[in-house]
């Protein structure tokens, strides 16, 4: 029996936030919710710098210039969080 090797690089279109979470839709149509106490510039941050947010690459990852901080899409997708 063959297995189909598909090589998936998971890449965000949109990001939004609720009082607690960061919300990602990917261009696949899945939607990521993770705590935004995961990464704790992200919780701290008034809402004009949670909203100031760019696209990494084709989608691969989100920067927050006056937080400077970064997420990849494959590892909020795994569960990473913050180490600091």
Known sequence: MATLAVEHHPQ???VSFDESSLIVELIDGRT???PLSWFPS???ASTSQLQDW???GDGEGIHWPQ???DLS???LLIGNRSKR
């Open 42 to 44: 992200l919780s701290q």
């Open 73 to 75: 899409i494959a590892g």
């Open 32 to 34: 990521i919710s993770v």
């Open 12 to 14: 965000a279109l949109s």
């Open 67 to 69: 937080l400077d901080e």
């Open 54 to 56: 760019e696209l990494l």
